[in-house]
Structures are given as structure tokens and as C-alpha cells.
């Protein structure tokens, strides 16, 4: 039976700073990245059942369109996942705040091959400045990783302000 954590240990489980992922240790998915591509999955089927729906020819496009902002949004939260451990409290508040926009991305999928883009706009610059957040808390707690989340900081910052 495992011993209780100290009280150190236990303040670790709030808050901690990221750090990088050992090279040649074996990475396993956290149960909050699986929900995470659970709520990905059900973005990628509400816009399928959207195009189904109402597939005309005008709506192909949006639809591909739809699916490679999607696809970009886990690629990128999956990049970070990959360099970067870090689980603690505001780490999850942040994924949970992009789980959300994703929702909101999905729910929105009929609007979109209509031309009603404000609410998808609105929720992917919601992922991006999740993720410039992430990055930037990153940029100040690894000093050998700075010029790398300095570049993505910046980038998903700007990615953030052109959406909205």
C-alpha cells in the first residue's frame, strides 16, 4: 500500500511547473488526453452529421475547411502533450476550457456549412489562446525550451487575434 504523500507532494498535485518528457521514457496518454480525443471524435461526427444532413454543393468546402481546423486544434494540444509534463490544477482547467471550444465547434458544425461562422470563430480563438497560455507558462518554467515556446506563444497569440 502507498505511503500518504507529504505535504510538499501534495501541494505539487495543484500547482507545479511544466517540465520536459524524458527522451527515452515510455509515455503513456493521461486519462485527460483520452477525454480529450473522446470530445474530438464527437466534433469530427457532428460535422460529418451535419454535412449529411445538408450536403449541397456549395457545403464541401466549409466542411473540409471545418475538419482541418479541427484536426489542427488536437494536432497541436497533442504536440504539446508529447514535450511537455505537466497535470496540474490550472493545466486542467485550461484543457477543460478547450474541450469546451471544441464542443462549441461541434455544436456549431450545421451553422458553418450555412455561412454562420461567428460561433466557430469565436471557439477556436478560445483553443488558440488556451494554447498560447500554455505555451507562454512553458516559456517561463523551461529555460532550455524558450526559444521553441517563445515561437509558439507568439504564433498561437497571433492565431488568437486573427479568429476573433
Known amino acids: 500500500m502507498?505511503?500518504?504523500?507529504?505535504?510538499h507532494e501534495a501541494?505539487?498535485?495543484?500547482r507545479h511547473?511544466?517540465?520536459?518528457?524524458?527522451?527515452?521514457a515510455?509515455?503513456?496518454?493521461?486519462?485527460?488526453?483520452?477525454f480529450y480525443d473522446v470530445v474530438v471524435a464527437g466534433t469530427f461526427i457532428a460535422a460529418?452529421?451535419?454535412?449529411?444532413?445538408?450536403?449541397?454543393?456549395?457545403?464541401y468546402m466549409p466542411f473540409v475547411l471545418q475538419l482541418a481546423a479541427v484536426f489542427f486544434a488536437w494536432n497541436a494540444f497533442t504536440f504539446y502533450q508529447n514535450r511537455f509534463a505537466v497535470d496540474?490544477?490550472?493545466?486542467?482547467?485550461?484543457?477543460?476550457?478547450m474541450m469546451l471550444a471544441l464542443a462549441v465547434l461541434g455544436?456549431?458544425?450545421g451553422r458553418v456549412l450555412s455561412g454562420e461562422t461567428r460561433a466557430f470563430s469565436a471557439a477556436y480563438a478560445v483553443i488558440d489562446a488556451v494554447l498560447a497560455t500554455m505555451y507562454a507558462r512553458t516559456f517561463v518554467s523551461i529555460e532550455s525550451a524558450r526559444s521553441f515556446t517563445r515561437y509558439y506563444a507568439t504564433a498561437y497569440a497571433v492565431g488568437t487575434a486573427v479568429w476573433l
Open 88 to 97: 496540474d490544477l490550472l493545466h486542467r482547467v485550461l484543457v477543460a476550457a
Open 107 to 109: 455544436l456549431s458544425a
Open 48 to 59: 460529418g452529421k451535419a454535412l449529411g444532413d445538408g450536403s449541397a454543393t456549395g457545403t
Open 11 to 14: 501541494q505539487n498535485r495543484w
Open 26 to 34: 515510455g509515455r503513456r496518454a493521461s486519462w485527460l488526453e483520452i
Open 17 to 24: 511547473a511544466p517540465s520536459l518528457h524524458p527522451i527515452d
Open 2 to 7: 502507498a505511503a500518504e504523500p507529504t505535504p
